[in-house]
Nanobody, 123 residues
Framework: QVQLVESGGGLVQAGGSLRLSCAASGRTFSGYVTGWFRQAPGKEREFVACLNWHGGTFYADSVKGRFTISRDNASTVSLQMNSLKPEDTAIYYC??????????????????WGQGTQVTVSS
């Protein structure tokens, strides 16, 4: 079990950028796949991006080329979001799991979730 603390959400105009961070409380992400999901009002939660401990990454098609997931240090993973669009507006959730490969991680049935951070992109 790992406690996840997200930060960095906010309001930005279309075309702007935001950086989200996810910190593991009291431990590192060693051996974990860590990633981001989002849920817009009235929609189901969807996968955004993930990163494994060896540096491998995977992105949803909708964010590929605009978002970058990276490891800042052993306990923090960030999501750099550029060229934001109004349709990126959602609550963004960090998630982590030490028992699922990335191909399964994207399905979202994971052990550990953060509390969520709001991202709003105005047109």
């Amino acid at each position: 079990q790992v406690q996840l603390v997200e930060s960095g959400g906010g309001l930005v105009q279309a075309g702007g950028s935001l950086r989200l961070s996810c910190a593991a409380s009291g431990r590192t992400f060693s051996g974990y796949v860590t990633g981001w999901f989002r849920q817009a009002p009235g929609k189901e939660r969807e996968f955004v991006a993930c990163l494994n401990w060896h540096g491998g990454t995977f992105y949803a098609d909708s964010v590929k080329g605009r978002f970058t997931i990276s490891r800042d240090n052993a306990s923090t993973v960030s999501l750099q979001m550029n060229s934001l669009k109004p349709e990126d507006t959602a609550i963004y959730y960090c998630a982590a799991d030490d028992s699922q490969p990335m191909v399964v991680f994207v399905r979202g049935k994971l052990k550990n979730w953060g509390q969520g951070t709001q991202v709003t992109v105005s047109s």
